[in-house]
Protein backbone atom coordinates (compact mmCIF):
# COMPACT_ATOMS: atom_id res chain seq x y z
CA UNK A 1 0.00 0.00 0.00
CA UNK A 2 1.57 3.65 -0.92
CA UNK A 3 2.54 5.44 2.15
CA UNK A 4 0.01 8.09 3.32
CA UNK A 5 0.47 11.08 4.42
CA UNK A 6 -1.39 13.98 6.45
CA UNK A 7 -3.72 16.07 3.80
CA UNK A 8 -2.51 19.53 3.45
CA UNK A 9 -4.31 22.87 4.29
CA UNK A 10 -4.96 23.17 0.54
CA UNK A 11 -6.27 19.56 0.36
CA UNK A 12 -8.57 20.42 3.47
CA UNK A 13 -9.63 23.94 2.07
CA UNK A 14 -10.63 22.55 -1.15
CA UNK A 15 -12.40 19.66 0.46
CA UNK A 16 -14.32 22.45 2.30
CA UNK A 17 -15.54 23.88 -1.00
CA UNK A 18 -16.01 20.62 -3.14
CA UNK A 19 -18.60 19.10 -0.35
CA UNK A 20 -20.25 22.49 0.66
CA UNK A 21 -23.21 21.76 -0.60
CA UNK A 22 -23.80 18.32 0.42
CA UNK A 23 -22.51 18.99 4.00
CA UNK A 24 -23.41 21.42 6.92
CA UNK A 25 -21.07 23.70 8.37
CA UNK A 26 -22.20 22.83 12.26
CA UNK A 27 -21.56 24.63 15.99
CA UNK A 28 -19.31 24.81 18.05
CA UNK A 29 -21.18 26.00 21.23
CA UNK A 30 -19.94 26.13 24.82
CA UNK A 31 -20.66 23.27 27.32
CA UNK A 32 -23.61 24.05 29.90
CA UNK A 33 -22.84 22.12 33.03
CA UNK A 34 -21.86 22.30 36.72
CA UNK A 35 -18.66 21.96 38.05
CA UNK A 36 -17.59 21.26 34.20
CA UNK A 37 -13.66 22.68 33.15
CA UNK A 38 -14.27 25.79 31.57
CA UNK A 39 -13.67 26.79 28.03
CA UNK A 40 -15.33 23.52 27.21
CA UNK A 41 -16.95 23.45 23.68
CA UNK A 42 -18.77 21.10 21.41
CA UNK A 43 -18.68 20.59 18.22
CA UNK A 44 -21.95 19.10 17.53
CA UNK A 45 -21.63 16.59 14.66
CA UNK A 46 -24.36 14.86 15.75
CA UNK A 47 -26.80 17.05 13.72
CA UNK A 48 -25.03 16.68 10.42
CA UNK A 49 -27.70 15.47 7.58
CA UNK A 50 -26.95 11.70 8.34
CA UNK A 51 -26.43 12.05 11.71
CA UNK A 52 -22.47 11.72 12.02
CA UNK A 53 -19.07 13.94 10.88
CA UNK A 54 -18.34 10.59 8.06
CA UNK A 55 -20.90 12.19 5.23
CA UNK A 56 -17.52 14.86 5.36
CA UNK A 57 -15.27 12.47 3.86
CA UNK A 58 -17.76 9.78 1.79
CA UNK A 59 -18.66 13.21 0.22
CA UNK A 60 -14.90 14.58 -0.64
CA UNK A 61 -13.73 10.35 -1.92
CA UNK A 62 -17.34 10.44 -4.33
CA UNK A 63 -16.75 13.91 -5.72
CA UNK A 64 -13.66 12.85 -6.80
CA UNK A 65 -14.95 9.99 -8.78
CA UNK A 66 -15.35 9.44 -12.38
CA UNK A 67 -18.82 9.08 -12.67
CA UNK A 68 -18.49 5.81 -14.75
CA UNK A 69 -17.06 4.27 -12.22
CA UNK A 70 -20.04 5.39 -9.72
CA UNK A 71 -22.94 3.72 -11.88
CA UNK A 72 -20.63 0.40 -11.68
CA UNK A 73 -21.44 1.08 -7.52
CA UNK A 74 -19.93 2.15 -4.11
CA UNK A 75 -19.01 -0.16 -1.12
CA UNK A 76 -17.39 -0.16 2.28
CA UNK A 77 -17.30 -1.88 4.92
CA UNK A 78 -18.96 0.34 8.36
CA UNK A 79 -20.21 -0.18 11.49
CA UNK A 80 -23.05 2.49 10.22
CA UNK A 81 -22.05 5.71 9.77
CA UNK A 82 -19.49 5.90 7.20
CA UNK A 83 -22.57 3.52 5.29
CA UNK A 84 -24.79 6.37 6.15
CA UNK A 85 -22.72 8.86 4.77
CA UNK A 86 -21.94 7.03 1.05
CA UNK A 87 -25.89 5.93 1.58
CA UNK A 88 -27.06 9.30 1.51
CA UNK A 89 -24.85 10.24 -1.45
CA UNK A 90 -25.40 7.67 -3.57
CA UNK A 91 -29.46 8.30 -3.14
CA UNK A 92 -28.81 11.99 -3.52
CA UNK A 93 -26.43 11.48 -7.18
CA UNK A 94 -27.92 7.98 -8.65
CA UNK A 95 -26.07 5.48 -8.23
CA UNK A 96 -26.18 1.85 -6.14
CA UNK A 97 -23.66 0.77 -2.79
CA UNK A 98 -23.38 -1.43 -0.95
CA UNK A 99 -22.65 -1.28 2.85
CA UNK A 100 -21.10 -4.81 4.86
CA UNK A 101 -21.94 -4.15 8.34
CA UNK A 102 -20.28 -6.04 11.41
CA UNK A 103 -22.34 -8.15 13.43
CA UNK A 104 -22.35 -6.03 16.74
CA UNK A 105 -23.91 -2.97 14.35
CA UNK A 106 -26.85 -1.72 15.74
CA UNK A 107 -30.20 -1.86 14.21
CA UNK A 108 -30.67 2.01 14.32
CA UNK A 109 -27.57 2.22 11.96
CA UNK A 110 -29.19 -0.48 9.79
CA UNK A 111 -32.10 0.60 9.59
CA UNK A 112 -31.05 4.25 8.23
CA UNK A 113 -28.70 2.44 5.65
CA UNK A 114 -31.97 0.52 4.20
CA UNK A 115 -33.78 3.67 4.38
CA UNK A 116 -31.29 5.59 1.93
CA UNK A 117 -31.30 2.47 0.05
CA UNK A 118 -28.23 0.91 0.57
CA UNK A 119 -27.65 -2.94 0.13
CA UNK A 120 -26.71 -4.09 3.44
CA UNK A 121 -24.68 -7.20 4.00
CA UNK A 122 -24.34 -8.55 7.61
CA UNK A 123 -20.88 -10.47 8.42
CA UNK A 124 -19.29 -11.83 10.93
CA UNK A 125 -16.69 -9.36 12.53
CA UNK A 126 -13.95 -11.38 11.60
CA UNK A 127 -14.85 -11.22 8.08
CA UNK A 128 -15.23 -7.20 8.79
CA UNK A 129 -11.88 -6.82 10.31
CA UNK A 130 -10.21 -8.64 7.33
CA UNK A 131 -11.52 -6.44 4.56
CA UNK A 132 -11.09 -3.60 6.65
CA UNK A 133 -7.53 -4.30 7.45
CA UNK A 134 -6.89 -5.73 3.35
CA UNK A 135 -8.81 -2.58 1.66
CA UNK A 136 -9.75 -4.70 -0.90
CA UNK A 137 -13.16 -6.27 -1.60
CA UNK A 138 -12.48 -9.32 -3.57
CA UNK A 139 -15.55 -9.39 -6.54
CA UNK A 140 -16.28 -5.69 -6.63
CA UNK A 141 -15.57 -3.55 -9.61
CA UNK A 142 -17.05 -0.39 -8.25
CA UNK A 143 -15.34 2.32 -6.51
CA UNK A 144 -14.21 0.50 -2.81
CA UNK A 145 -14.27 3.51 -0.31
CA UNK A 146 -12.02 2.54 2.85
CA UNK A 147 -12.92 4.22 5.84
CA UNK A 148 -9.46 5.09 7.20
CA UNK A 149 -6.10 4.87 5.49
CA UNK A 150 -7.86 6.89 2.32
CA UNK A 151 -6.56 10.57 1.59
CA UNK A 152 -10.12 12.16 0.23
CA UNK A 153 -11.60 10.67 3.42
CA UNK A 154 -9.23 12.25 5.48
CA UNK A 155 -9.24 15.83 4.11
CA UNK A 156 -12.91 15.63 3.69
CA UNK A 157 -13.22 15.16 7.92
CA UNK A 158 -10.48 17.73 8.05
CA UNK A 159 -12.89 20.49 7.63
CA UNK A 160 -13.98 20.29 10.96
CA UNK A 161 -10.62 21.30 12.33
CA UNK A 162 -10.86 24.21 9.82
CA UNK A 163 -14.76 25.00 11.33
CA UNK A 164 -13.26 24.47 14.90
CA UNK A 165 -10.36 26.91 14.84
CA UNK A 166 -12.76 29.54 12.38
CA UNK A 167 -15.31 29.49 14.80
CA UNK A 168 -12.96 29.85 18.42
CA UNK A 169 -9.08 30.70 17.28
CA UNK A 170 -8.53 30.40 20.95
CA UNK A 171 -8.94 26.62 21.24
CA UNK A 172 -5.78 25.04 23.09
CA UNK A 173 -7.02 21.51 22.24
CA UNK A 174 -8.74 19.48 20.37
CA UNK A 175 -10.74 15.14 21.73
CA UNK A 176 -11.42 13.14 18.99
CA UNK A 177 -12.91 9.96 19.49
CA UNK A 178 -11.13 7.54 17.79
CA UNK A 179 -12.00 4.55 15.66
CA UNK A 180 -9.00 4.13 12.64
CA UNK A 181 -7.51 7.38 12.47
CA UNK A 182 -8.79 9.11 9.65
CA UNK A 183 -10.68 11.58 11.31
CA UNK A 184 -8.03 12.49 13.96
CA UNK A 185 -5.05 13.00 11.35
CA UNK A 186 -7.78 15.46 8.95
CA UNK A 187 -8.80 17.69 12.14
CA UNK A 188 -5.11 17.29 13.25
CA UNK A 189 -3.67 18.63 9.85
CA UNK A 190 -6.22 21.39 9.67
CA UNK A 191 -6.05 22.67 13.20
CA UNK A 192 -2.27 22.55 13.41
CA UNK A 193 -1.78 24.30 9.87
CA UNK A 194 -3.49 26.78 12.08
CA UNK A 195 -1.75 26.86 15.07
CA UNK A 196 0.82 24.15 15.47
CA UNK A 197 1.00 24.29 19.60
CA UNK A 198 -2.78 23.15 19.65
CA UNK A 199 -2.85 19.62 21.12
CA UNK A 200 -4.61 16.77 19.28
CA UNK A 201 -6.13 13.64 22.04
CA UNK A 202 -7.67 11.19 21.10
CA UNK A 203 -10.57 9.34 23.35
CA UNK A 204 -11.11 5.47 23.94
CA UNK A 205 -12.81 3.61 26.36
CA UNK A 206 -10.69 1.63 28.38
CA UNK A 207 -12.61 -1.63 27.07
CA UNK A 208 -11.09 -1.37 23.45
CA UNK A 209 -8.03 1.24 23.41
CA UNK A 210 -5.85 0.05 20.27
CA UNK A 211 -4.15 3.72 20.04
CA UNK A 212 -3.73 3.66 23.46
CA UNK A 213 -1.82 0.65 23.67
CA UNK A 214 -0.15 1.50 20.55
CA UNK A 215 1.37 5.16 21.92
CA UNK A 216 2.57 2.84 25.39
CA UNK A 217 4.09 -0.03 23.57
CA UNK A 218 5.77 2.49 21.11
CA UNK A 219 4.06 0.36 18.06
CA UNK A 220 0.59 -0.92 16.76
CA UNK A 221 -0.09 -3.85 19.32
CA UNK A 222 -3.26 -5.92 19.42
CA UNK A 223 -5.62 -5.49 22.29
CA UNK A 224 -8.15 -7.82 23.20
CA UNK A 225 -11.30 -5.57 21.84
CA UNK A 226 -14.16 -6.15 24.11
CA UNK A 227 -17.60 -4.81 21.99
CA UNK A 228 -19.92 -2.29 23.76
CA UNK A 229 -22.40 0.15 22.96
CA UNK A 230 -19.84 2.16 22.20
CA UNK A 231 -19.70 0.68 19.04
CA UNK A 232 -18.31 3.66 16.75
CA UNK A 233 -14.69 3.63 18.10
CA UNK A 234 -12.33 0.81 19.23
CA UNK A 235 -10.59 -1.92 16.86
CA UNK A 236 -8.18 -4.58 17.54
CA UNK A 237 -5.17 -2.79 16.67
CA UNK A 238 -4.01 -0.14 14.88
CA UNK A 239 -3.75 0.21 11.42
CA UNK A 240 -0.10 0.51 10.70
CA UNK A 241 -0.34 2.32 7.86
CA UNK A 242 -1.97 4.64 9.85
CA UNK A 243 0.69 5.01 12.62
CA UNK A 244 3.13 7.27 11.53
CA UNK A 245 0.76 9.94 10.99
CA UNK A 246 -0.97 9.46 14.41
CA UNK A 247 2.77 9.42 16.15
CA UNK A 248 3.19 12.56 14.42
CA UNK A 249 0.22 14.91 15.74
CA UNK A 250 -1.26 12.72 18.46
CA UNK A 251 -0.64 14.49 22.13
CA UNK A 252 -2.23 11.41 24.03
CA UNK A 253 -4.90 9.14 23.74
CA UNK A 254 -7.90 9.91 26.98
CA UNK A 255 -9.20 6.35 28.40
CA UNK A 256 -12.56 6.60 29.52
CA UNK A 257 -15.30 3.83 30.97
CA UNK A 258 -18.37 2.84 29.83
CA UNK A 259 -20.07 4.85 32.89
CA UNK A 260 -18.51 8.05 32.23
CA UNK A 261 -19.53 7.60 28.87
CA UNK A 262 -23.14 7.00 29.84
CA UNK A 263 -22.76 9.84 32.33
CA UNK A 264 -21.49 12.06 29.51
CA UNK A 265 -24.70 11.16 27.25
CA UNK A 266 -27.07 11.98 30.38
CA UNK A 267 -25.20 15.14 30.49
CA UNK A 268 -25.62 16.09 26.56
CA UNK A 269 -29.53 15.07 26.96
CA UNK A 270 -30.14 17.20 30.27
CA UNK A 271 -28.27 20.37 29.52
CA UNK A 272 -28.15 20.62 25.50
CA UNK A 273 -31.40 18.49 24.33
CA UNK A 274 -28.79 17.12 21.97
CA UNK A 275 -28.66 13.06 20.91
CA UNK A 276 -25.43 11.52 20.77
CA UNK A 277 -24.18 7.82 20.87
CA UNK A 278 -21.13 6.59 22.66
CA UNK A 279 -18.25 7.43 21.01
CA UNK A 280 -19.84 10.93 20.30
CA UNK A 281 -19.99 10.94 23.83
CA UNK A 282 -16.31 9.71 24.61
CA UNK A 283 -15.21 12.57 23.91
CA UNK A 284 -17.22 15.42 26.08
CA UNK A 285 -16.17 12.33 28.57
CA UNK A 286 -12.50 12.35 28.66
CA UNK A 287 -12.82 16.05 28.66
CA UNK A 288 -14.85 16.13 32.25
CA UNK A 289 -12.58 13.47 33.44
CA UNK A 290 -9.14 14.30 32.30
CA UNK A 291 -6.39 14.19 34.88
CA UNK A 292 -4.45 16.88 32.93
CA UNK A 293 -5.24 20.76 32.27
CA UNK A 294 -6.49 20.83 28.68
CA UNK A 295 -7.15 24.44 28.32
CA UNK A 296 -9.96 25.96 25.86
CA UNK A 297 -10.46 22.54 24.44
CA UNK A 298 -13.48 21.26 21.45
CA UNK A 299 -14.78 18.05 21.86
CA UNK A 300 -15.76 16.33 18.93
CA UNK A 301 -19.77 15.12 19.19
CA UNK A 302 -18.95 12.99 16.33
CA UNK A 303 -22.42 11.27 15.95
CA UNK A 304 -25.45 10.50 17.21
CA UNK A 305 -26.69 7.08 16.16
CA UNK A 306 -27.53 5.16 19.50
CA UNK A 307 -30.47 2.59 19.54
CA UNK A 308 -33.74 3.76 21.57
CA UNK A 309 -33.69 0.92 24.00
CA UNK A 310 -29.78 1.51 25.02
CA UNK A 311 -30.52 5.41 25.02
CA UNK A 312 -33.42 4.88 27.24
CA UNK A 313 -31.61 2.41 29.54
CA UNK A 314 -28.86 5.23 29.60
CA UNK A 315 -31.52 7.64 31.10
CA UNK A 316 -33.21 5.67 33.11
CA UNK A 317 -29.89 4.59 35.23
CA UNK A 318 -28.95 7.59 37.69
CA UNK A 319 -25.34 8.90 36.93
CA UNK A 320 -22.55 6.62 38.24
CA UNK A 321 -21.14 6.67 42.03
CA UNK A 322 -18.79 9.58 42.11
CA UNK A 323 -20.03 11.66 39.45
CA UNK A 324 -20.28 15.40 39.35
CA UNK A 325 -22.05 15.98 36.75
CA UNK A 326 -25.59 15.77 36.01
Wanted: some cysteine; proline content about 6%.
Amino acid sequence: MKKLTLPSLQQIQQASERIRPYVLSLPLVPLNADHAPQSTFLQLENLQLVGSYKLRGAANAILQTDPAVLARGVATVSAGNLGQGIAWMAKKLGFPCLILVPDHAPAAKISALKRYGAEVKTVNLNTWWSIMVSGILPDFDGLFIHGVFNPQVMAGHGTIGLEIVQQNPAIESVIIPFGGGAMTCGIAAAVKAFNPDIRVFTCEVDTAAPLHAALQHGEPTEIDYQPSFVDGIGSRKVFPEMWPMLQQVVTDSLLVTLDQVRDAIRLLVNRHHVIAEGAGAAALAAALNASIELGSTACVISGGHIDLQILSNILATPAGKGSRFE
